[in-house]
């Protein structure tokens, strides 16, 4: 089976139980070989606005010939993007220490390359060989504290700011994005989610959904798991796989 055969997916979101506003924003468009999950900043103005703009900015991208001419545009985009939102809409809202920001992860596959490209706690996970990766790394104050070994993840995890973010799109002056490139091998499925959606749901939960024979089944079966939790947060995931 070869690895540059059409990719089918599935996108959903919901506010979950808690929230009345859902400042999740996804972009599912598998004719263009890319997905996005932006999630506005929870308790700043205009966290909604952040993500919409966001996914409707990357979803006019032109369609470069070569891998490396579209991910080039995807980055320079985002840096655009944060610039904007720093500037522009931070005023906007009348008021000068407000932030308008959105964490940020997309995926991009063309023939057998793909990349992931990411700023927050959004996460890409990979679904390979009837195991699961997780692609991203979080730019949160958890990991952070993980990574410099001041904290084991569970003592990380009852910090009181442990979900503070460390990058977001809007959140700094300059926007450092992570990029994770790759090569597709057939077989491979993929998810984009939210906090929201993997801050409910185990590893092993997320495999079994992964594993299953469509996109639309395995978003069905995910946020059947989440709602049946707190879902005290917006759930957005998008799930791609040939």
Not at 112 to 128: E, F, H, K, T, V
Request: charged share 20%; proline share 2%.
């Amino acid at each position: 089976m070869s690895a540059a055969g059409t990719w089918r997916s599935a996108a959903r979101t919901d506010p979950g139980k808690v929230r009345l506003r859902n400042e999740d924003a996804f972009l599912d468009c598998p004719e263009q070989g890319l997905w996005v999950v932006a999630d506005g900043m929870g308790g700043h103005q205009c966290g909604d606005v952040a993500s919409q703009l966001i996914v409707a900015s990357l979803a006019e991208l032109s369609l470069h010939d070569s891998f490396e001419g579209r991910l080039n545009d995807l980055r320079q985009c985002l840096h655009w993007l944060n610039r904007r939102l720093g500037q522009e809409l931070t005023v906007s809202v009348g008021r000068q220490d407000s932030i308008v920001g959105s964490t940020v992860v997309a995926l991009l596959l063309q023939g057998n390359r793909a990349a992931c490209i990411w700023a927050g706690d959004s996460r890409c996970y990979l679904w390979r060989g009837q195991c699961l990766y997780q692609l991203s790394k979080d730019h949160s104050l958890r990991q952070q504290l993980v990574d410099e070994q001041r904290m084991s993840p569970e003592q990380a995890s009852a910090h009181p700011d442990a979900n503070a973010l460390t990058r977001a799109v809007g959140a700094s002056e300059r926007l450092a994005l992570d990029v994770l490139e790759f090569e597709v091998h057939a077989g491979d499925v993929f998810l984009l989610c939210s906090d929201g959606l993997y801050q409910g749901l185990s590893g092993d939960a997320l495999g079994r959904a992964l594993s299953l024979a469509s996109p639309r089944i395995a978003l069905e079966r995910l946020f059947e798991g989440a709602l049946r939790g707190a879902a005290r947060d917006n759930l957005t995931a998008v799930v791609i796989r040939q």
